[in-house]
């Protein structure tokens, strides 16, 4: 069975050109299979019409995916037992009908990424902070290090908290 590497451009700002795009691969073929490192894993197989769908629910049980199913969905992957795919026939219901639940959505996974990059920032702003006193030249390397890791937590929390913010506000002005 042959597999693809389909890149992300981060489910935070292009979630609907996501599922877009996979679409017309799963229409030429190749469907989506798992999440991987910055985009998903594609797997060949018979070109299909159909549609993708994304929830956000923090540690579903059977019950969230027995709704979805009984509606025409077919749960397709995870990711953090957060992060949720599902498959569907073009016709299929949407999983969000309406803006109010569009908007819950999106600020349910913004609060605890709100957080997580407010805590980064602090350990950012933290680490400059020491970098500003007299070290040994270990401590200090091993600030710098420490900081570079803070760096790549503040990016990969800090963006995606933007891009739903950005979402959820927009969605706020268009009510």
Not at 48 to 59: E, F, G, I, N
Not at 67 to 86: K, M, N, P, Q, R
Not at 132 to 156: K, N, P, Y
Request: charged share 25%; hydrophobic share 40%; net charge negative.
């Amino acid at each position: 069975m042959k597999r693809k590497y389909m890149s992300s451009w981060g489910l935070a700002f292009a979630e609907e050109r996501e599922m877009k795009k996979l679409e017309q691969m799963a229409a030429r073929g190749w469907h989506l299979e798992k999440f991987a490192p910055l985009g998903y894993t594609l797997v060949e197989g018979e070109p299909m019409d159909v549609r993708y769908s994304l929830d956000y629910r923090k540690q579903p049980d059977e019950d969230y995916f027995e709704l979805f199913a009984t509606s025409g969905w077919e749960h397709v992957t995870s990711t953090g037992d957060e992060i949720h795919v599902f498959k569907g026939s073009p016709d299929a219901t949407p999983l969000y009908t309406d803006q109010q639940t569009t908007h819950e959505k999106y600020a349910q996974v913004e609060r605890p990424m709100g957080k997580a990059a407010f805590t980064c920032l602090m350990l950012f702003v933290g680490t400059l902070l020491l970098l500003r006193l007299d070290w040994s030249g270990t401590a200090e390397a091993i600030i710098w290090i420490i900081q570079m890791f803070v760096v790549v937590g503040l990016v990969f929390t800090g963006l995606p908290y933007l891009g739903f913010l950005i979402k959820r506000k927009r969605m706020e002005r268009d009510r």
